[in-house]
T-cell receptor, first 112, second 113 residues
Framework: QKEVEQNSGPLSVPEGAIASLNCTYS??????FFWYRQYSGKSPELIMS????GDKEDGRFTAQLNKASQYVSLLIRDSQPSDSATYLC????????????FGTGTRLQVTL | IAGITQAPTSQILAAGRRMTLRCTQD?????MYWYRQDLGLGLRLIHY???????GKGEVPDGYSVSRANTDDFPLTLASAVPSQTSVYFC????????????FGQGTRLTVV
C-alpha cells in the first residue's frame, strides 16, 4: 500500500462546478497535510495546509481533514479553466524527523 | 525576488558522466530537499538537509550525493549518471524540516543517454 494515495484522474468538471479531490494516507500518526498545485511543466506550489480535523477555507478552496478515516480532501468551488492542473497531496508523519510524502497527484480538467 | 533558483533548467548527459545540479535559496530556510519526479511515481525524496552542515538520505538516495556547506546552497551530484536517472529534479526548502510548508524551485529536466 502506498503511503499517500490519490486517484490519478483525469477528473473532468465543467466550469463553475465544484471539484472534489481526495487523498488517503496510511500513517495514522500523520500530523500535517498539504495540497500543492502543479501546472504542466512547472514546479509544485502550495495552495492549502491543514493540521486539525475539520474544514479550512481559503477563497474558493476548502481543505477537509478526517484523521479517524485517514482522509484529506480539497474542494474547489466555482472551478475555472485556470484551475486545470495536477493537484498533489502531501503528508508529514509524526515527529520532527519524519519527512513529507507526496501522492502521485490527481489531474483536474475544467471544461468550458 | 526571494525564492529558490535551480541550474541548469535542462541538460542532456551522457551515461557515465558526472553532473552537479545546483540549488540556491535566499529565504534563509533551514531545511532543503531534493526530489525527483517521474510519471506515475510522483515526487520522491532523494536527500534532505535539516540545517547547514547536516544531510540525510531520503527514499531514493542511491547514485546521488549532496552537501550543505552553508544555508543557501544545496547541490546534488550524480557521480556516474545512468539512464534511470532521467527525470525532473526539484529542489525545495522550508523554514524548518518537515514542519512548515516547502517551496519549490523551477526544476531541472535531466536526460541521461
Amino acid at each position: 500500500q502506498k503511503e499517500v494515495e490519490q486517484n490519478s484522474g483525469p477528473l473532468s468538471v465543467p466550469e463553475g462546478a465544484i471539484a472534489s479531490l481526495n487523498c488517503t494516507y496510511s500513517d495514522r500518526g500523520s500530523q500535517s497535510f498539504f495540497w500543492y498545485r502543479q501546472y504542466s511543466g512547472k514546479s509544485p506550489e502550495l495552495i492549502m495546509s491543514i493540521y486539525s480535523n475539520g474544514d479550512k477555507e481559503d477563497g474558493r478552496f476548502t481543505a477537509q481533514l478526517n484523521k479517524a478515516s485517514q482522509y484529506v480532501s480539497l474542494l474547489i468551488r466555482d472551478s475555472q479553466p485556470s484551475d486545470s492542473a495536477t493537484y498533489l497531496c502531501a503528508v508529514k508523519g509524526d515527529g520532527t524527523a519524519s519527512k513529507l510524502t507526496f501522492g502521485t497527484g490527481t489531474r483536474l480538467q475544467v471544461t468550458l | 525576488i526571494a525564492g529558490i533558483t535551480q541550474a541548469p533548467t535542462s541538460q542532456i548527459l551522457a551515461a557515465g558522466r558526472r553532473m552537479t545540479l545546483r540549488c540556491t535559496q535566499d529565504m534563509r530556510h533551514n531545511a532543503m530537499y531534493w526530489y525527483r519526479q517521474d510519471l506515475g511515481l510522483g515526487l520522491r525524496l532523494i536527500h534532505y538537509s535539516n540545517t547547514a552542515g547536516t544531510t540525510g538520505k531520503g527514499e531514493v538516495p542511491d547514485g546521488y550525493s549532496v552537501s550543505r556547506a552553508n544555508t543557501d546552497d544545496f547541490p546534488l551530484t550524480l557521480a556516474s549518471a545512468v539512464p534511470s536517472q532521467t527525470s525532473v529534479y526539484f529542489c525545495a526548502s522550508s523554514e524548518h524540516f518537515g514542519i512548515t510548508e516547502a517551496f519549490f524551485g523551477q526544476g531541472t529536466r535531466l536526460t541521461v543517454v
